[in-house]
C-alpha cells in the first residue's frame, strides 16, 4: 500500500511565541497565522511496497527524531514494522515556516489513513503532543493547528482547549500586500524557545498577544496598511523576547526593507534567520522585490492555501 499525504505550513502574522507553554497554559495564548502552499509531502510505503524503498528519506535539515517518535506513537517503528517514510519539503526546513509541524502533521495523517482507512481523529493535537511529549521540544500550536485546517488561522489556547477560528473572507484582501523573503540559515526553533518565563517575557508576551485582536479588527475593516504599521510593532517587541532573535544582518536587511517601501515585518520563526515577511503597498511591490534582491535577499513566490492537510491511499 502506498499512502500519499501532504500539509501546508505556515506565515505567523501576530502572536508568535504567545502559544508556547508555560505563557500560553497560565495566560492564554492567541496568535493569527496564514497557511501557504510551501508544503511538506510525505509518501508512506507500507507491506509489500515498503521494498520500493526500505530505508527512510527525509527532507535536507529535517530531524530524524521527530519521524521515529511519531512512528513509536502508532507501534510502528523498528526493522520489522513494514513501514517506510519519503518525505520532501517546498522550502527550507528550519527556517521559521513552521516546516516540522507541517511534516508531524502529514506523517500522522498518512499513519492514521493506514492504520484506520477513516475520518481523521485529532491530528494537530497528536502532532503536538508528540513533539512536547515524546521529544521534549518546546514548540507552539499554531504550527499544527494552520497546517491542519489551512486558510487564515486565528487561534485561542487555553490550557486544556484550543478554539479555532477561520477567516478565509479577508485573505482576498490581505494576500496582495504580503511578500515573502528568504534572508538565509536555518536553526532548530524547538531548542530557541526559552523554557522559562521570566516576569520580563511575560510581559513582553502579554503585549504582544494583545496585538492579535488588534490585527484581527484591522483587517476587519479593510486597513491592511494599518496591519503593517502594527506588524513593525510587533517586530519591534518581539526583538525583546532574546538577543538571539535578531542579528546585524537581519536589522540591516530590515531597515533596508524600510527604506524601500515595506510598510512594517518580521523574522519568522523563533529567530536568527531564514524567512522574513512584509507588508507592502501592492503598487509597491516590484520595486521593493528589486531593491531586496540587490542586497541578496531573495523573494518567495507563494500563495495562500486553503485546504489543509490531505492524504490518499493510491
Avoid at 61 to 74: E, F, G, Q
Avoid at 225 to 237: A, I, N, P, V
Wanted: proline fraction near 3%; charged fraction near 20%.
Amino acid at each position: 500500500m502506498i499512502i500519499k499525504s501532504q500539509a501546508p505550513t505556515r506565515i505567523g502574522l501576530f502572536g508568535g511565541g504567545c502559544d508556547v507553554n508555560p505563557f500560553a497554559s497560565k495566560y492564554g495564548g492567541e496568535t493569527l497565522s496564514l497557511a501557504i502552499n510551501l508544503r511538506q509531502h510525505v509518501t508512506l510505503l507500507t507491506d509489500d511496497d515498503v521494498w520500493k524503498q526500505p530505508e527512510h528519506n527525509l527532507p535536507l535539515s529535517a530531524d530524524p527524531a521527530l519521524t521515529y517518535k511519531i512512528l513509536d506513537a502508532y507501534g510502528l517503528n523498528g526493522m520489522h514494522s513494514g513501514i517506510s517514510v519519503k518525505s520532501r519539503f517546498d522550502g527550507i526546513m528550519g527556517a521559521g515556516l513552521g516546516s516540522s509541524g507541517a511534516y508531524g502533521v502529514a506523517l500522522v495523517a498518512a499513519l492514521q489513513r493506514y492504520k484506520h482507512n477513516s475520518a481523521f481523529n485529532n491530528i494537530a493535537l497528536a502532532a503536538y503532543e508528540i513533539e512536547v511529549n515524546a521529544l521534549g521540544w518546546n514548540g507552539g500550536r499554531q504550527d499544527q493547528h494552520t497546517a491542519f485546517d489551512g486558510g487564515l488561522i486565528h487561534l485561542k489556547i487555553g490550557d486544556d482547549k484550543v478554539e479555532v477560528f477561520i477567516g478565509n473572507q479577508y485573505i482576498d484582501r490581505l494576500a496582495p500586500y504580503l511578500v515573502l523573503m528568504y534572508a538565509g540559515g536555518t536553526r532548530e526553533s524547538h531548542k530557541r524557545q526559552p523554557k522559562a518565563l521570566t516576569e520580563e517575557r511575560k510581559q513582553v508576551l502579554m503585549l504582544i498577544k494583545a496585538l492579535v485582536p488588534q490585527a484581527i479588527k484591522m483587517l476587519n475593516d479593510n486597513r491592511i496598511k494599518d496591519m503593517g504599521l502594527l506588524m513593525h510593532e510587533s517586530w519591534q517587541l518581539k526583538k525583546q523576547l532574546s538577543n538571539g532573535v535578531s542579528t546585524p544582518k537581519i536589522d540591516y536587511a530590515y531597515e533596508h526593507a524600510k527604506k524601500n517601501g515595506a510598510l512594517g515585518g518580521k523574522l519568522m520563526g523563533a529567530g536568527g534567520c531564514g524567512y522574513m515577511v512584509f507588508f507592502v503597498e501592492p503598487d509597491k511591490r516590484e520595486f521593493f522585490i528589486g531593491k531586496m534582491k540587490e542586497k541578496g535577499i531573495e523573494n518567495v513566490d507563494f500563495s495562500a492555501d486553503l485546504n489543509g492537510v490531505e492524504a490518499r491511499i493510491l
